[in-house]
């Protein structure tokens, strides 16, 4: 299984980051498709995730902000981040689960300016 995310860039604080995260197998097949982040000097952690194709969890740091989505037909994995903040800046990375194996993406950068 591979992930390529793409979508990250520079985004003033206030504004919003979309990041795709195209998967090399069709996303029902994943129990688990989501996004992790990794900030400067801080571990990786997650931000939002799909599980079983339905229920979706997202980190406290993101709930009421963040939208996760999946589009089967394309395989891939939607993120979307509103009212960014310099607390959400860092490496963003799409995760997989398929048959109790864990796949990541090679990430993707998003820097918030203020």
């Known amino acids: 299984v591979q992930l390529q995310a793409s979508g990250g860039g520079l985004v003033q604080a206030g504004g919003s980051v979309a990041l795709s995260c195209k998967v090399s197998v069709n996303i029902d097949s994943c129990s688990v498709v989501g996004w992790y982040r990794q900030a400067p000097g801080k571990q990786r952690e997650l931000v939002a995730l799909?599980?079983?194709?339905?229920?979706?969890n997202y980190a406290d740091s993101v709930e009421g902000r963040s939208i996760i989505s999946g589009d089967t037909a394309k395989n891939t994995v939607y993120l979307q981040v509103n009212s960014l903040t310099s607390e959400d800046t860092g490496v963003y990375y799409c995760?997989?689960?398929?048959?109790?194996?864990?796949?990541w993406g090679q990430g993707t950068l998003v820097t918030v300016s203020s």
């Open positions: 995760h997989a689960v398929q048959r109790g194996l864990q796949y």
């Open positions: 799909i599980r079983n194709g339905a229920s979706r």
